[in-house]
Nanobody
Framework: QVQLVESGGGLVQAGGSLRLSCAAS????????MGWFRQAPGKEREFVAA????????SYADSAKGRFSISRDNAKHTIFLQMNSLRPEDTAVYSC?????????????????WGQGTQVTVSS
């Protein structure tokens, strides 16, 4: 079992930045591919970004490209999502997820563990 705890959300004005963190409970986290998803009220959960177990590969949703950056620090069992140039439409609960085996980065059902999420609110 891997427990994931997100932090770093909050209220920010449009154009501002936030850095989300996701801390994992186990050292075996280092073998997991990781992703960030978000869900706005009344909308489906959507993929934001993903990173391979060793950090060598990343992928982003089109809405995140050029503004968001995913990274990981395996020594600290933590991944990050740096979000710049935030827009009101980025408002959502952001959750991190861990995939221990074969997975499809953009498909939530292929991840094994999920955090509770952290609220990001961008005001206009």
């Amino acid at each position: 079992q891997v427990q994931l705890v997100e932090s770093g959300g909050g209220l920010v004005q449009a154009g501002g930045s936030l850095r989300l963190s996701c801390a994992a409970s186990r050292r075996t986290f280092n073998s997991y591919n990781m992703g960030w998803f978000r869900q706005a009220p009344g909308k489906e959960r959507e993929f934001v970004a993903a990173i391979s177990w060793n950090g060598d590969a990343t992928s982003y949703a089109d809405s995140a490209k050029g503004r968001f950056s995913i990274s990981r620090d395996n020594a600290k069992h933590t991944i990050f999502l740096q979000m710049n140039s935030l827009r009101p439409e980025d408002t959502a609960v952001y959750s991190c997820a861990a995939a221990g085996g074969r997975f499809s980065a953009t498909v939530p059902s292929t991840y094994d563990y999920w955090g509770q999420g952290t609220q990001v609110t961008v005001s206009s």
